[in-house]
């Protein structure tokens, strides 16, 4: 018997992709499906959406998110971490996955999440 050359849906590769809330991210592919629906994200989006929920339940600081999204050459404000939440949480048209933690910044929040 020969050795099998893994397939693209191996369980290594499957095992790279997230799936919490109903969403479903593939950072291998770079792609995020709802109910086998493709949702298109900027590069941004897709980096927030990935770190999110990664670490369910986690709270991320605006400066945290900030420092991950843009380079320290760039001046940005940590509001524009807010518009970036409020694109992505339109477009997953379920806004209540990532909740604002008042003062601080975001999390995940997702029934599955625990």
């Not at 709270?59 to 998110?65: I, V």
């Not at 380079?71 to 404000?77: D, R, W």
Request: glycine share 4%; net charge negative; with cysteine.
């Amino acid at each position: 018997m020969t050795p099998s050359t893994p397939s693209p849906e191996s369980e290594e590769n499957v095992s790279q992709v997230i799936v919490r809330g109903g969403i479903r991210v593939d950072p291998t592919n770079q792609t995020v499906t709802i109910s086998d629906r493709i949702v298109s994200l900027t590069a941004v989006e897709f980096t927030l959406l990935t770190l999110l929920i990664q670490n369910p339940e986690k709270c991320f600081t605006r400066a945290e998110l900030l420092s991950l999204i843009h380079n320290e050459e760039v001046i940005v404000v940590e509001r524009a971490v807010d518009v970036h939440i409020c694109h992505l949480r339109n477009k997953l048209g379920a806004p209540e996955v990532i909740e604002t933690v008042r003062k601080t910044g975001y999390r995940f929040r997702s029934s599955d999440s625990k």
